[in-house]
């Protein structure tokens, strides 16, 4: 027989932001190749009981690829199960290509990014009219570095939103590119370590000038998103730009202006 290989979003780490489809895949599937601790659980959850279930913590990529391989022979279903979304920062194209080259059908179900279960942990808003409509999803160079173009100081000088990933042990780094950038040192910054995790999510919300020593207060070392945006907090700012798309004044496709439109730009 040959089977084909999912690779599933298990999302942030709240097993039941597992998608619909996500959990079905889990729960048909004869071999389940997880990646590390964070999704450990929906596995063990979902996964049917007699389920070949493989933790690849410490399986290089071509271990990986042979294991997969080798469940595809066995079983119609095969799920390899990856943290957030498979697309960021998942190795995806190096376990898909041995499994082209070989022959076996494969596709991808996208997560919840924890760049999205940060910002919803805390409450916040990555978009906030006539302050950001730009999300950079990035990362500081650790071992793998940075293509030309990409660092940090560049990035930050759109002044977006940045979700970064993979980078709380080098938040130094960060708060040097974003001075580099010119961000005030009251520069609101969150941090949000196993965004959604029951029990286990903790929250920091700091100024670029003390996010560091708040981490270190609260322990934070691993598994965290750090976000940086002028639309952090605006929950408590005492005045705000209207969301056009709800404005009386604005039309859409689904309701007609009540007054005048000021101006016809559309945004949202
Ligand atoms: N594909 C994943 C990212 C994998 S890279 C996604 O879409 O979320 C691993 C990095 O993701 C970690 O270093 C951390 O920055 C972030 N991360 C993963 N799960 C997290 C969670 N539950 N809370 C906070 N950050 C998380």
Redesign the pocket.
């Known amino acids: 027989m040959t089977g084909k290989v999912w690779f599933v979003g298990a999302g942030?780490?709240d097993p039941e932001l597992l998608t619909v489809k996500g959990r079905r895949l889990l729960e048909e599937a004869g071999a389940i190749l997880y990646a590390g601790s964070?999704v450990d659980q929906a596995a063990t959850l979902f996964g049917p009981a007699g389920c070949v279930i493989r933790d690849s913590k410490d399986m290089t990529l071509e271990e990986m690829s042979a294991w997969l391989l080798e469940q595809s022979a066995r079983h119609a279903t095969v799920v390899r199960l990856?943290?957030?979304?498979?697309g960021?920062?998942?190795a995806l194209v190096e376990m898909t290509r041995p499994l082209t080259a070989a022959g076996i059908e494969w596709a991808v179900v996208p997560?919840v990014?924890?760049?999205f279960?940060?910002a919803a942990a805390a409450g916040e808003t990555l978009t906030l009219p006539e302050i950001t409509q730009t999300v950079i999803l990035t990362r500081v160079a650790g071992r793998t570095p940075m293509p030309p173009g990409e660092e940090l100081e560049a990035l930050a000088a759109h002044r977006a939103t940045l979700c970064i990933?993979?980078s709380?042990t080098l938040l130094h780094e960060v708060q040097r590119a974003l001075r580099a950038a010119g961000w005030p040192e009251d520069a609101p910054i969150l941090v949000?370590?196993?965004?959604?995790?029951p029990g286990e999510e903790k929250i920091v919300r700091g100024t670029l000038a003390d996010i560091k020593q708040r981490c270190q207060a609260g322990k934070i070392a691993s598994?965290?998103?750090i976000i940086a945006s002028p639309a952090l907090g605006a929950a408590d700012w005492p005045t705000l730009a209207r969301s056009r798309l709800y404005d009386p004044a604005f039309a859409h496709r689904f309701r007609k202006a009540t007054v005048a439109a000021p101006n016809s730009e559309t945004s949202a």
């Open positions: 942030p780490g964070l990856q943290t957030g979304d498979p960021l920062y998942g997560g990014s924890s760049a279960a940060a990933f993979l709380i949000v370590q196993k965004a959604s995790w598994q965290a998103m």
